[in-house]
Every structure is written in C-alpha cells, then in structure tokens.
C-alpha cells in the first residue's frame, strides 16, 4: 500500500513559482512511476509529468520549459517546481504512484494550485 501526501500549493500571481511536494510512504526507489495530474473545475483529470524509477521525466507538452519533476530519495518525496505560472494553471494538483507498471492507482488527496492577479 502506497499513501501519498501533497503540499505546497497556495494562490500566486502570473509569472509566479510554486513548488509543490508529495511525501511518499515506503522508499520510492521501489516504485516503478511518479506523477503529477491536476484537474481544472469541469475538466478532465490531466497527467502533467511523470519521472520512473530510472530517473525519465516527460511532461504535458503545456507545461514544457516551465514544469520541472524531480525527487529525492533520501527524503522519499517527489517535487513539481512550477515556474512562469499562467491563469490557466489553476487546478487542484495530484500526486500518483505506479508502483509495479501497471497504472497509476495510487492518490494523494490533492491541493489547490491557483494563478490569479
């Protein structure tokens, strides 16, 4: 059982930075996938970011250049540095872990990322 622990989310103005945190249960070392999703009020849930095990980041090409996944492992936490925010960033913001390769079935329980002047 994996549980996952988000922070780091708040209101910032456009241009701003937001660095938001997951704590991870157990070593992180051992699961397969971590990712970042967000969901925006009447939209879809949207994948953001994934890093595997082997360090491979990838993003949605919105966030490309701005957006940058990373962990610690030592600390057993993954990170989302989001920088050059944008209106249309506002989103509640979701950890999520793929433990074995088979999806991601894991969740934290989200927090609140919102880009206004």
């Known amino acids: 059982q994996v549980q996952l622990a988000e922070s780091g989310g708040g209101l910032v103005q456009p241009g701003g930075s937001l660095r938001l945190s997951c704590a991870v249960s157990?070593?992180?070392?051992?699961?397969?996938?971590m990712g970042w999703y967000r969901q925006a009020p009447g939209r879809q849930r949207e994948l953001v970011a994934t890093?595997?095990?082997?360090?491979?980041?990838d993003y949605v090409d919105s966030v490309k250049g701005r957006f940058t996944i990373s962990r610690d492992k030592s600390k057993n936490t993954v990170y989302l540095q989001m920088n050059s925010l944008k209106p249309e960033d506002t989103a509640v913001y979701y950890c999520?872990?793929?433990?074995?390769?088979?999806?991601?079935?894991?969740w934290g329980q989200g927090t609140q990322v919102t880009v206004s002047s």
């Open positions: 999520a872990a793929d433990p074995a390769g088979g999806g991601f079935g894991y």
């Open positions: 157990g070593s992180i070392a051992n699961i397969n996938a």
């Open positions: 890093i595997t095990s082997g360090g491979i980041t």
